[in-house]
């Protein structure tokens, strides 16, 4: 595993509605991407396994074009985090999504993303405030598509 941890970084944290399984559950399903996170056009999973450490996802989007997500941690429920090779001006990232409960049974999903730009393309400052708006929208994101799941898993 590349070492991460000296690359300049985002963290977005947002405190949820629903349930940590609820978030999971929209989270883990690796293909259903497009179905809910902000500029992604499309997913499949490329790999035979299709959970878990290990697993690939190739993933579509205008900005960047193709990009491999490889699963580097899978604890059920808990984190989830892949890393990426050559996505637009970034070299390498990894993205990491930590889920805690809270006090009254909802989710507390925190986002970190780690990343190293390519030579000449934008400034670590640069990239951390367009990084930062875009993991917010996809936190957001990932919540409402979470509510409107459990909400019509509760209807039923």
């Avoid at 990009?67 to 993205?95: C, N």
């Amino acid at each position: 595993m590349q070492d991460f941890d000296t690359l300049p970084n985002v963290t977005v944290t947002r405190e949820s509605s629903v349930t940590p399984a609820a978030i999971w559950k929209i989270l883990s399903d690796l293909p259903a991407l497009p179905e809910w996170a902000p500029g992604i056009d499309g997913a499949e999973v490329t790999s035979d396994q299709n959970t878990g450490v290990g697993a690939v996802r190739r993933v579509a989007t205008a900005q960047f074009g193709q990009i491999e997500h490889h699963v580097t941690v899978w604890d059920e429920g808990a984190v989830f985090a892949y890393q990426t090779a050559d996505s637009g001006p970034f070299s390498r990232t990894l993205t990491t999504y930590t889920i805690r409960p809270t006090s009254d049974g909802s989710a507390k999903v925190t986002v970190t993303l780690a990343f190293d730009t390519k030579p000449g393309t934008m400034e670590p400052d640069q990239a951390k405030d367009i990084l930062n708006k875009g993991l917010t929208a996809t936190l957001a994101a990932l919540e409402m598509r979470a509510r409107m799941a459990a909400d019509v898993a509760q209807a039923l």
